[in-house]
């Protein structure tokens, strides 16, 4: 199964793949961005490109940045050293709100703490500096 942070040949495909991992049809697709559902159908059977703000809409209702739709659209270049998959987390950590931003801080700092070493009896080793 590909996922988003794997290049794919063409936009149709990954458009049909991250469909796919997200259990979507496009027509639930044209529900969440309220476009037609033609425009992805079309899309899909590489009848036409997307335009940006079809990929705009894209990103938002897949929660991914734009410049990940981009890039599998084509529209910018593939960053060679990019790691899409932090870029991904990276902006859904900046769409949660003010007041879910210390759980998922808690969240990743206990599995930060799980990959510290254990001394012999039994506590966390906490890192120097």
Do not use: C
């Not at 929660?63 to 060679?80: C, N, T």
């Amino acid at each position: 199964m590909l996922t988003s942070h794997q290049m794919t040949t063409d936009f149709s495909e990954w458009l049909q793949n991250e469909l796919a991992n997200r259990d979507m049809t496009p027509a639930d697709l044209a529900r969440i961005t309220k476009k037609d559902q033609g425009i992805f159908s079309r899309v899909i059977r590489r009848e036409r490109n997307p335009d940006n703000e079809t990929l705009r809409a894209i990103a938002r209702a897949f929660k991914l940045p734009v410049e990940i739709v981009f890039r599998a659209a084509g529209v910018l270049d593939a960053k060679p050293d990019a790691d899409e998959w932090i870029e991904e987390q990276s902006h859904k950590m900046s769409l949660l709100t003010a007041d879910k931003r210390p759980i998922a801080e808690k969240l990743l700092n206990a599995l930060l703490e799980e990959d510290k070493p254990v001394s012999k009896v039994g506590k966390r080793i906490k890192a120097k500096g």
